[in-house]
């Protein structure tokens, strides 16, 4: 899969014909275990931070090729250091590669100045070892709750070459993986079914479970 095949921007699900969204957080669980005093429900980031990572497992296995883009908004001041959380999770050797890019293509109706555009870190080149997997997916669960560590702003997608998929865990309630072809995402469909997102269950089951 070319690295342009399928476009880096949120939300996957809806802008991809063959795409699948899980839901990650168990509203049925709970965020808090007490909202007054802000207390966190930790069952309810341990059943995410499962969830998110059985998903990945299947999506991804140890022989695949791997890149993973990582990118935010900037004024034109802001950039991606290396000192990063997520870079940091990635063992970046001599045969790997990472390179910085620019754009102005993505969620171009909401770039205002010639100056705002967005930045991006892909890392490429890996494979399963060479990522602490847990750690991003955690990252990323706590992206909306800025007492939580680790966490993770910007967006996170994991290509994988190999399979011709794109996953994107974009907060702690879901998850979208996306693939050009039907048949890349039925195993996945098959496997974690009962976690597809209800409210998006009709439009995947209309695409997926046709024999």
């Known amino acids: 899969m070319r690295q342009d095949e399928i476009k880096l921007e949120k939300p996957l ?6 795409a699948l969204r899980f839901e990650i957080g168990s509203p049925a669980i709970g965020v808090w275990a007490n909202r007054e005093r802000r207390q966190f429900n930790e069952e309810y980031f341990k059943t995410a931070l499962e969830r ?10 140890a022989s695949d090729e791997i890149s993973i883009a990582y990118q935010l908004f ?8 290396k000192k990063c959380y997520i870079l940091q999770q990635i063992q970046i050797e001599k045969h790997k590669e990472i390179s910085f890019s620019e754009h102005r ?13 967005w930045r991006r ?5 890996l494979t399963i070892e060479d990522i602490n997997i847990h750690n991003i997916l955690l990252a990323l669960i706590n992206t909306d709750f800025g007492s939580r560590q680790p966490s993770i702003g910007g967006e ?19 998850m979208d993986v996306v693939a050009p072809k039907r048949e ?28």
């Not at 870190?121 to 080149?125: F, V």
């Not at 994988?160 to 309630?173: F, G, S």
């Open 156 to 174: 996170c997608y994991f290509i994988n070459h190999t399979k011709d998929l794109v996953l994107n865990l974009y907060d702690d309630r879901g």
């Open 105 to 117: 293509e993505l969620y171009s109706e909401n770039l205002n100045y010639k100056c705002e555009h």
């Open 52 to 61: 998110a990572q059985h998903i990945f497992n299947t999506a991804f296995t």
């Open 13 to 18: 699900f809806y802008n991809n014909t063959f």
């Open 121 to 125: 870190a892909t890392m490429s080149g």
């Open 74 to 81: 900037s004024d034109g001041r802001r950039k991606i250091k």
């Open 184 to 211: 890349t995402l039925l195993p996945l469909y098959n496997i974690h079914n009962e976690w597809i997102l209800n409210h998006d269950r009709e439009l995947i089951d209309e695409v997926f479970s046709q024999i």
